[in-house]
């Protein structure tokens, strides 16, 4: 096959896993009580399925066609001008983790070990990005001030920490059965 037809096929397969992983940012969930704000979508599967078929330059690349869709076509304002930033910071956590440890050596040891590296990493990035960034950033733009309502710490370790956490485990979890799922399919493409 030639290098046109596979930039092609690759190229085709960016657009489609974009346009997946944008409309699935339109499901979200709420997954802590009395914290609507911190919603998990499932945005980041396609972004994963990306990482399989191709690779990592490639599943960046759908992450951020993803997010350039989400702030021009369902752009929310501050929220969306803050909120997105930190979102592709953790989803490259998680890529990267994943990436770097289970896809070269692809066993469910090594997954679970990605997994645990790139939670704990999406968790802590996310704990210093709301802290020296979306707060402040809130505060001056959206006039909602967290530390003031909620406290800092109360914000932190009783919202971000755990939220992170939950949706690490949850995109672990639900990419392996994804991929259990799909494994003869992507082992065709």
């Known amino acids: ?25 339109y499901v979200q969930f709420q997954i802590l009580p009395g914290a609507d704000f911190l919603k998990l979508d499932f945005s980041i599967l396609p972004i994963l399925i990306g ?16 997010t350039v869709l989400q702030l021009l076509l369902n752009n929310n304002g ?29 066993t469910v040891k090594s997954y679970v070990q ?31 001030d967290v530390g003031k309502i909620l406290g800092v710490g109360n914000y932190l370790f009783g919202m971000v920490l755990p939220f992170n956490l939950i949706q690490g485990i949850i995109f672990s979890v639900s990419f392996y059965l994804v991929y259990r799922a799909m494994k003869p399919i992507l082992k065709k493409l």
């Open 114 to 144: 990605a997994s645990l590296v790139g939670t704990i990493s999406l968790t802590l990035g996310m704990l210093v990005l709301n802290y020296i960034y979306a707060m402040p950033m809130y505060a001056s733009f959206a006039n909602f």
């Open 1 to 25: 096959m030639s290098t046109v037809t596979n930039n092609t096929r690759k190229m085709a397969y960016i657009a489609i896993l974009s346009a997946i992983s944008f409309l699935l940012m």
């Open 78 to 106: 501050p929220s969306s001008m803050i909120g997105m930033p930190m979102n592709v910071v953790a989803y490259t956590f998680f890529i990267l983790s994943l990436a770097l440890i289970w896809k070269k050596s692809p």
């Open 51 to 66: 990482l399989v078929v191709l690779d990592l330059k490639s599943s960046i690349a759908i992450l951020f066609i993803r």
